[in-house]
Every structure is written in C-alpha cells, then in structure tokens.
C-alpha cells in the first residue's frame, strides 16, 4: 500500500461510483437517464499545467501530458481501495473522491505540485472544489461510468457543474487551491511511458474537442448526440482508433527513459532517477523481447498484451466537452471540418481541431493483464493546442448564461 494510502472503508458513499451500471456503448454517454448525480459529500478535484500551451509551443509537451497523467495516479495511489472517476485533459485532468478522503487526496496533490515544480519547473494548479458548493449554486456534476472493455471502465461526465468548478478556480483560486501548508507525499507507482509516438496509420492523427453551447441541457444533449451519429457516419469508430496493436513499439535499450524516470523517482537526478530510468530500460525490453516472440513470462502475455492496450485506450470520452483523438483519411479529415463548421454556423457549437503524424501514450498499469489505462494525446500538444481554437472560437460565440472552459 503507499505510505499515503488510508484504510479500507464500505462506507456507502465510498462506494458510490464503483456500484454504478455500465454503459456499454459510446453513444449512450449522450443518455442523461445513464448518470448518476454525484453525492453532496464528495469532492471536484482540477488539476492543470500553468502555461501549458507555451510550454507546449517550447516542444515540452510530453512533459505536460506527464503531469497531467501523474496527476491522476497520484491521486488514485493515495486511496487504492477505491475506483475513483477521472478524465484526462491532455495538459491537467478532473477527478472525483470522497469527502471523507480529502487529507489523502491533498496530500497527494502537494507531491504532485511539487514534481511539477522541482523536477519540470513547471506550475500546476491544484484545486479542490466541494460538490456541496456547486448544488448550493444550482449545479448538479453527474458521473457515468462506459466499459471499454470486460477489465476497464472509464469515467464519463455531466452537466455544467464542471465548467463552473473550473470557472471559480479561476476567479478565486486562492479559494480552491490546495494549500502549500500541511503534509505532502505521493507515490506515482504504476506511471509508465515506455512506447514510442504511435503513428498515424491512415493519415491524420486529429485529436477533436466538440462543446454544446446552448443553454438548455436537453438541446445540449440533443446536439452531442446527432454530432456522434455524424461523426460515425463518416468514420467507424474501431477503424479510426489511433492506437492499433500492430503500430506499437516499445522503446528500445538505447532510447530516452528520462521522462519516466523522473516521474517515478520525483528527482531530476541522482541514484533514485538512475535506479528508475533503468528499471524501466530493462522492463521495456523484456516486454519487446515477449511481444516479439508471443512468450508468457513475469506475468506479461506477449501474446495479447498489444490487443490489450489497443481497446484500454481512452482516444473517447465525455465530460460536456466530447475529446476524441481519432485517426483519419485525409477525406474523412475533410469531411469532420465541413460537418463542425455546419455545426457551428446552425446550431450553436465550438471547436478545436489539431492535427499530427502520431499519437503519444502516456500510461497507468497496476497489472500487465487487464487492469491498466493507457491515455492518449495527439503529438505536439494535441488536446491542448485543440484547446486554443475552441477558446478562440467561445470568445466569439459565448454560451448564454456560461462561459467557456
């Protein structure tokens, strides 16, 4: 257990998001009959990189998707027992825990603020807002949780509570801000970054952000839901995945584990980053050498570890902004542009479109069979440089009653 993980617990708000029904299909994250509202009890943690889109102009995006990731497994190290809801934002991401565990949750954010500071020299605002506030406002966050396959779930969300959250943090980040006072200590076991850029195998790699900017929720949902019966009208779904088993490559025995290294040892050198940067050269070449050769051994199926990562990828999600990273046809690209900008003239919708050669993969494993998440970008800064043309575009066509994310 890590030194800043708490006891095991069955209390029933505990429990609250692992005993909720799975959605089976993508398209039902558009059913708001499929979430549950939040307990009042609960905590809305925002993690995100100061300065992320400079910082990503400078060629430093694997660094903010690390933090963004880290972030995450911090967290979720802090209290193992618990299946807690996240979604990643490329530069920052958005967690859901219990009130009750609040001590363990800040102090695994200060550690994680810390990483980015000491070891990245990067700024990472690390906010907790109470769901108690957002109801007492008039803001109800809603959680589903969709299976991506029979060992993972991922953690899909509703409502404009989270844009409001992320709105008063910026207002009033004294407010929210995790105080630098207090204890801090993170475990980041199981932050993985040992695959090469996964290519485009098709020709674009497009990572997409869609927001609704209607005021009624309903017409929100209305338009999420015919956009996703646009988009796999132009594309299937499993065909544009940006990850496919046969366009992975572990790095090799003579590339760069900095990244991880740093990550897993919070130093930026010294005997802990040495030991980490080589635990990871030599995992990553066992795993080349099983892959290559389809052997089973340290519990690693060579055999069906690739297909594994292929379908625990989350290039899909929902948190009232759709954040797809897809790879498409130079005519499917073509196509997506002219449906988005219809979209956008008629029915009231931003967003932001970056495109690359390659997806990066950032990943989380607790064990080599089944039970790890492997979150993906677009290179060069994806999400977050998707992130710039939808501000750019809500600047010109805000929501009514609501500003952008």
Same mark, same amino acid.
């Given at each position: 257990?890590?030194?800043?993980?708490?006891?095991?617990?069955?209390?029933?708000?505990?429990?609250?998001?692992?005993?909720?029904?799975?959605?089976?299909?993508?398209?039902?994250?558009?059913?708001?009959?499929?979430?549950?509202?939040?307990?009042?009890?609960?905590?809305?943690?925002?993690?995100?990189?100061?300065?992320?889109?400079?910082?990503?102009?400078?060629?430093?995006?694997?660094? !903010?998707?690390?933090?963004?990731?880290?972030?995450?497994?911090?967290?979720?190290?802090?209290?193992?027992?618990?299946?807690?809801?996240? !979604?990643?934002?490329?530069?920052?991401?958005? &967690?859901?825990?219990?009130?009750?565990?609040?001590?363990?949750?800040?102090?695994?954010?200060?550690?994680?603020?810390?990483?980015?500071?000491?070891?990245?020299?990067?700024?990472?605002?690390?906010?907790?807002?109470?769901?108690?506030?957002?109801?007492?406002?008039?803001? !109800?966050?809603?959680?589903?949780? @969709?299976?991506?396959?029979?060992?993972?779930? &991922?953690?899909?969300?509703?409502?404009?509570? *989270?844009?409001?959250?992320?709105?008063?943090?910026?207002?009033?980040?004294?407010?929210?801000?995790?105080?630098?006072?207090?204890?801090?200590?993170?475990? @980041?076991?199981?932050?993985?970054?040992?695959?090469?850029?996964?290519?485009?195998?098709?020709?674009?790699?497009?990572?997409? +952000?869609?927001?609704? +900017?209607?005021?009624?929720?309903?017409?929100?949902?209305?338009?999420?839901?015919?956009? +996703?019966?646009?988009?796999?009208?132009?594309?299937?779904?499993?065909?544009?995945?940006?990850? !496919?088993?046969?366009?992975?490559?572990?790095?090799?025995?003579?590339?760069?584990?900095?990244?991880?290294?740093?990550?897993?040892?919070?130093?930026?050198?010294?005997?802990?980053?040495?030991?980490?940067?080589?635990?990871?050269?030599?995992?990553?070449?066992?795993?080349?050498?099983?892959?290559?050769?389809?052997?089973?051994?340290?519990?690693?199926?060579?055999?069906?570890?690739?297909?594994?990562?292929?379908?625990?990828?989350?290039?899909?999600?929902?948190?009232?902004?759709?954040?797809?990273?897809?790879?498409?046809?130079?005519?499917?690209?073509?196509?997506?542009?002219?449906? +988005?900008?219809?979209?956008?003239?008629?029915?009231?919708?931003? *967003?932001?479109?970056?495109?690359?050669?390659?997806?990066?993969?950032?990943?989380?494993?607790?064990? *080599?069979?089944?039970?790890?998440?492997?979150?993906?970008?677009?290179?060069?800064?994806?999400?977050?440089?998707?992130?710039?043309?939808?501000?750019?575009?809500?600047?010109?066509?805000?929501?009514?009653?609501?500003?952008?994310?």
């Amino acid at each position: 257990m890590p030194p800043n993980a708490v006891e095991p617990t069955s209390a029933p708000a505990e429990s609250f998001y692992a005993n909720l029904p799975l959605i089976e299909h993508f398209e039902e994250v558009t059913d708001l009959a499929r979430y549950s509202d939040v307990p009042a009890s609960w905590l809305m943690v925002i993690t995100d990189v100061r300065g992320s889109t400079r910082a990503i102009e400078q060629g430093r995006y694997r660094d !903010v998707n690390a933090l963004g990731v880290a972030s995450i497994i911090g967290v979720k190290n802090a209290q193992p027992d618990l299946d807690l809801p996240f !979604v990643f934002g490329g530069d920052g991401a958005t &967690l859901l825990v219990p009130g009750s565990r609040r001590e363990a949750t800040e102090r695994a954010l200060r550690g994680t603020r810390a990483l980015a500071e000491d070891v990245f020299d990067l700024g990472l605002r690390v906010s907790v807002v109470p769901v108690a506030d957002l109801y007492q406002a008039g803001h !109800v966050p809603r959680v589903a949780r @969709f299976r991506a396959i029979p060992h993972t779930s &991922l953690a899909m969300f509703a409502g404009q509570a *989270y844009a409001v959250a992320e709105r008063w943090i910026k207002q009033s980040s004294s407010r929210f801000e995790v105080t630098r006072e207090g204890p801090s200590e993170v475990d @980041f076991q199981g932050f993985e970054c040992r695959w090469q850029p996964i290519r485009s195998q098709r020709g674009s790699t497009v990572t997409l +952000l869609i927001m609704a +900017l209607v005021p009624n929720e309903l017409d929100r949902v209305a338009i999420y839901r015919r956009i +996703l019966q646009k988009l796999n009208g132009i594309v299937d779904p499993d065909v544009s995945r940006p990850v !496919v088993a046969r366009g992975l490559k572990m790095k090799g025995v003579f590339e760069d584990y900095t990244l991880e290294a740093q990550v897993r040892a919070q130093q930026r050198t010294g005997p802990e980053f040495e030991r980490a940067a080589s635990s990871a050269r030599k995992a990553a070449t066992v795993g080349r050498a099983l892959t290559a050769f389809k052997l089973d051994a340290f519990d690693f199926d060579g055999a069906s570890y690739k297909a594994e990562v292929e379908q625990n990828t989350d290039f899909r999600k929902f948190d009232e902004t759709l954040r797809m990273v897809l790879d498409l046809s130079n005519d499917e690209l073509a196509r997506v542009r002219a449906m +988005l900008q219809s979209e956008r003239r008629s029915n009231g919708i931003a *967003y932001g479109i970056h495109c690359a050669n390659a997806a990066l993969m950032t990943c989380l494993v607790r064990s *080599y069979r089944g039970d790890h998440v492997h979150f993906v970008d677009g290179a060069d800064g994806g999400y977050a440089l998707a992130a710039k043309q939808l501000k750019a575009q809500l600047a010109e066509q805000p929501r009514v009653g609501e500003e952008g994310r």
